[in-house]
């Protein structure tokens, strides 16, 4: 007979999966757009990747050292902050501007509001906001893929009437275009976006209501709906930002609303707004109305 | 002599005077049917009633002796209670016996905060929120987990079950069911 008989309280089976096994399975999503970015940007890619990555992890663990809190550094949550920072940046940026933004990110995003798990906002996304309007100059810098020649985006040529040469639907679909980092290739986004729904992590309720939502409206606004959906960061930001389970409403009902709302957003601020790309605005927007989506949506209890 | 060997729950055999029983052959209700003609509450004898609980007080030991088991648990996996000592009477809800071996336990020290995936929300079979019922009751505030319904929820223990984070979901419940009952 075994004397210490363990005593815990039930259940007592749990699944495998854990927090730090969501966050892997978005890092491993995430190989795609990293490699589609090193291979059309080469080395200014990987600098910037691995710059937002290590500043987002150093100051994650500063601030849970200073504020004597437990270091929660192997759930991989500063990784993917860091990785998603780095994605919605131009290739051209200066390390030092990453670094600033990778630590705004993490500190004024997430830690300060006590953590994963408690922070209102998409941390990679405050981060790029900050930095897009501190240095707006530096965040406009967008160069085209391979010979890194200052090129506009196809929303920047198409906001302001440029006389660029417009690229078409396929360079924009495989990412040859100019635009930051994880925004560019739409090919590799969708195969990271496949990883994640075959493994369950993300529900297709955001996205679809996201991207449709942006095609009727373009529709309306008498807008190719095509290329709303292929240019800037809709896809990128549908599949992997708004579908942060943190900062979004947690029903179906809540999540489709979430979407319907990021969409109309996202055509407002692009055919109608001053910026050429509203999609990171869209989603900080409408991460402020997730408590209350929550409170109207409450599920029915059965019997209730 | 009782000698058991032990394979699987369920398929266990006694070794008494000699004769090789399976477990379920002798102690189940049919099985008493078929072996005496008589149905389990017709018997009144108290010594043959004495004589099946010493079998299987017996089987229970030698089979904890033998697997050398980590974790004895009355009822079942998701909502059975883990017994510290084994000197306990088996009652009208206890379903079954579980044993668990150190290798086959689910081993989480510590729990985290919530990530909102709503794993929990699907699984529940009573449609309740159990994430926030977790949140509220961790942070004592008992009349904001009032409006999510507590009292509805049955513990199946499946919230629990399914949470990434590894949050004691269900003890949550039950803490703020009792702080309810209280006002």
Known sequence: MNENIIVTISPHIKSRNTVQKVMLDVIIACIPIVIASTYFYSTDAIKLIFTCVIFSCLSEFAFQKITKRKTTINDLSAVVTGLLLAFCLPPKLPLWIAAIGATFSITFGKQIFGGLGYNPFNPALIGRAFLQVSWPKEMGLWVSPFDGLTSATPLTISKLNLSDKMPDFFDMFLGNISGSLGEISKFSILLGALYLLLRNQIKLYIPLSYILSVTILAFIFNSDPLFHVLTGGLLLGAFFMATDPVTTPITKTGKIIFGIGCGSLTILIRIKGGFPEGVCYSILIMNMFTPLIDKITKIKRFGG | ?183
Request: overall charge neutral; glycine content about 8%; aromatic content about 12%.
């Open chain 2, 1 to 183: 002599k009782i000698n058991t060997f032990g394979s699987e729950p369920g398929h266990s055999f006694l070794l008494m005077n000699n004769f090789l029983f399976e477990v379920e052959e002798l102690l189940g209700g049919e099985s008493i049917r078929k072996i005496f003609g008589k149905k389990p509450e017709e018997i009144k004898n108290k010594k043959f009633w004495n004589y099946y609980h010493q079998i299987l007080s017996i089987f229970l030991i030698n089979v904890s002796i033998f697997w050398s088991v980590d974790k004895i648990i009355l009822g079942g996996p998701m909502m059975g209670i883990a017994q510290g000592v084994l000197d306990v009477p088996v009652i009208k809800g206890t379903s079954g016996i579980l044993v668990q071996e150190l290798k086959n336990l689910s081993h989480f020290s510590d729990y985290g905060p919530c990530i909102h995936c709503g794993r929990c929300i699907d699984v529940c079979p009573m449609n309740l929120m159990p994430n926030f019922l977790s949140y509220y009751s961790e942070h004592m505030l008992w009349e904001k987990c009032k409006e999510y319904f507590p009292n509805d929820c049955i513990e199946c223990g499946c919230c629990a079950y399914e949470c990434p984070a590894k949050r004691p979901i269900v003890q949550q419940i039950k803490l703020a069911k009792f702080n309810l009952s209280k006002q």
